[in-house]
């Protein structure tokens, strides 16, 4: 069973960068898909990016240009670049692992992007 402990989350600007990060501990990293999701207040989960065992990555619409999803094996870590940042990129930042079929969630970090 792998535990997500996500961190990196916080108060910035409009136009303001941050970086997350999601250190998988225990289970199978190497081979699994690493992905961030985002829940704004009162709306579903939805996508934010994904990255592959080959380092594929994919990108919501929103995302796209401004975020970068990258993982590091060795550390069994993943990232998300955040720039550019807009207040409706405010939420709940949740880390996902997909291995075998089967799905595994972090708790969040809470990004929040105001004035």
């Known amino acids: 069973q792998v535990r997500l402990v996500e961190s990196g989350g916080g108060l910035v600007q409009p136009g303001g960068s941050l970086r997350l990060s999601c250190a998988a501990l225990?289970?199978?990293?190497?081979?699994?898909?690493m992905g961030w999701y985002r829940q704004a207040p009162g709306k579903e989960r939805d996508l934010v990016a994904t990255i592959t065992v080959t380092g594929s990555t994919n990108y919501s619409d929103s995302a796209k240009g401004r975020f970068t999803i990258s993982r590091d094996n060795a550390k069994n870590t993943v990232y998300l670049q955040m720039n550019s940042l807009s207040p409706e990129d405010t939420g709940v930042y949740y880390c996902n692992h997909v291995w075998n079929g089967v799905n595994s969630w972090g708790k969040g970090t809470l990004v929040t992007v105001s004035s």
């Open positions: 225990g289970g199978i990293f190497s081979s699994s898909t």
